[in-house]
């Protein structure tokens, strides 16, 4: 099931030719790192996901508030039991899955 916060679709705000990332895990370990990296790129979107969307909007504040360049976003998307329509209605180019356990 797919819930996404307010800021989840920015494509409206940025264009079509800004490339999308979703980052399923992006809150932790290894995710927050990647997600940490990816925000200092400018004209990206970054849209971070998980299970929990508290979760997905503190990762996601937390870069704003250190300076994101890129477009960041969060929604809740569980990883074993996202659907094709949840990718189609986030529409990635590029899917990282960096969702445990390792």
């Known amino acids: 099931m797919l819930r996404p916060s307010a800021a989840a679709d920015a494509r409206s705000r940025t264009g079509p030719t800004v490339p999308r990332v979703l980052l399923v895990g992006g809150y932790g370990a290894f995710g927050a790192r990647i997600a940490e ?10 849209t971070i996901a998980g299970r929990s969307l508290q979760r997905a909007q503190g990762a996601m504040a937390a870069l704003q508030a250190a300076g994101a360049r890129a477009h960041v976003a969060a929604v809740t998307l569980d990883a074993l039991q996202a659907t094709d329509q949840d990718l189609r209605t986030l529409r990635p180019d ?3 899955h960096a969702a445990g356990p390792y």
């Not at 990296?37 to 970054?46: G, N, S």
């Open 37 to 46: 990296r990816l925000a200092r790129l400018a004209d990206l979107e970054v």
């Open 94 to 96: 590029v899917l990282i």
